[in-house]
Structure formats: C-alpha cells, structure tokens
C-alpha cells in the first residue's frame, strides 16, 4: 500500500486559469512538483511524458474537446504509457448521476466540491484521500 510520501508529482487539469493557478500554488507550496493543463488534450499529453503519482481533474472541461471523464477513460485506457494515476475529482458538478459515475472508475479515489472548500481545505482532502487507498 502506498503511502502519503509516496505521491509526489501532481498534474492538474482545470480550464479555469485562476482556479489552476491557485491549486498550482497551493500543491507547489507543499512540497510536491506539479504540472497543469487547461485542457483534457494537453492533461493526457503531460500524463504521458510526467507520469503523475496523482491528478486533480475538474470534470467540465471547456465545450469543445475532451471532458474529465474522457480524460479518465484515456488515461485508464492504457497504464503502461500514462502509469496508475490515482485521481481528485475536483469540480462544481454535483450532480448526483456524475457523482456515481465517477466512484464507478477504478482511478477515482475522490470527488471533491471546489465550491465547498478553501484551497487549503482541498490539500487537507486530497492528502487524506491518497492515504485512504
């Protein structure tokens, strides 16, 4: 079983550039190194040369290409070129058929409401979230 210290990279996929910015902050400032993307696109393809211990993806994503749960299939898809990615569900959708849909898959270790929580409240979640596994 993993432990917390064995998570150290993190990539964050967030359309919303100061949401991003602010997450970037906040993982970099505890310690971990982070990569971003504003799009599923360029998230699967810092995935495939990053290889993160873990990723923090908001599910709406911009209208036209890949949404979060594309992202996910992606990255499930194929483990050998993206490696076993536990993943934040970070978004506003609380839509309680998504919600479902997310625990279904198998890399989903959390669904987080970022309008419920601090940046610092989402740190405290996600690292409790990782240790959970």
């Known amino acids: 079983m993993k432990q917390l210290s064995d998570y150290k990279k993190c990539l964050i ?25 504003s799009n599923g696109e ?6 495939s040369e990053f290889k993160p211990d873990f990723l923090m ?4 994503l911009s209208l036209r290409g890949m949404d979060g749960f594309d992202v996910i299939e992606t990255l ?16 506003n959708n609380s839509n ?14 959390g669904y987080l409401l970022k309008s419920d929580l601090t940046p610092e ?7 409790s979230l990782l240790v959970e596994e």
């Open 13 to 37: 996929i967030e359309d919303e550039k100061d949401i991003r910015e602010m997450y970037v902050t906040i993982m970099q400032s505890a310690g971990y190194d982070v990569r971003s993307a």
């Open 42 to 47: 360029n998230g699967v393809l810092i995935a």
């Open 57 to 60: 993806l908001d599910l709406m």
């Open 76 to 91: 499930e898809g194929d483990i050998e070129k993206y490696g076993d990615i536990a993943i934040m569900i970070i978004t």
């Open 96 to 109: 309680e058929f998504e919600v479902k849909k997310a625990y279904k898959l198998k890399s989903v270790r």
């Open 121 to 127: 409240q989402v740190l405290y979640e996600v690292r």
